[in-house]
């Protein structure tokens, strides 16, 4: 796999706090939380960036990373309100070249978010 520290944490080389795992996506609690409940929800598949996304190849692994933020929103008791974040590249704040869903929820949400 690749070499981002996410790859690392979906070949278990980095441990983590894992709440959700399929054959095509894990989700895990964020190490440094800006909300109560701050879950990253990636593809095993490693996708740079969502601007490296292809609707014919990869819109069941999106699907399924919706599917878990929905999930786990409802385990987690936040599913009266929540955020779901794509960053996208330097300027948009992202700062692990894997696509990742941030799932924030558990306080009230601002906008803008600041």
């Not at 095509?24 to 701050?38: C, E, G, M, S, Y």
């Not at 300027?91 to 929820?105: A, P, R």
Request: aromatic share 6%.
């Amino acid at each position: 796999m690749g070499n981002t520290i996410f790859s690392k944490i979906i070949d278990k080389e980095i441990k983590a706090d894992i709440v959700f795992e399929s054959d095509k996506v894990l989700a895990f609690r964020d190490i440094n939380p800006q909300a109560p409940v701050h879950i990253i929800i990636i593809p095993k598949e490693e996708i740079p960036r969502i601007n490296n996304f292809e609707m014919t190849k990869h819109s069941e692994v999106l699907c399924e990373m919706i599917d878990a933020a929905n999930k786990l929103a409802r385990e987690m008791k936040i599913d009266d309100g929540f955020r779901l974040v794509i960053n996208s590249g330097d300027k948009g704040g992202q700062t692990v070249y894997h696509l990742h869903i941030h799932l924030l929820g558990g306080r009230q949400m601002n906008w803008p978010p600041g």
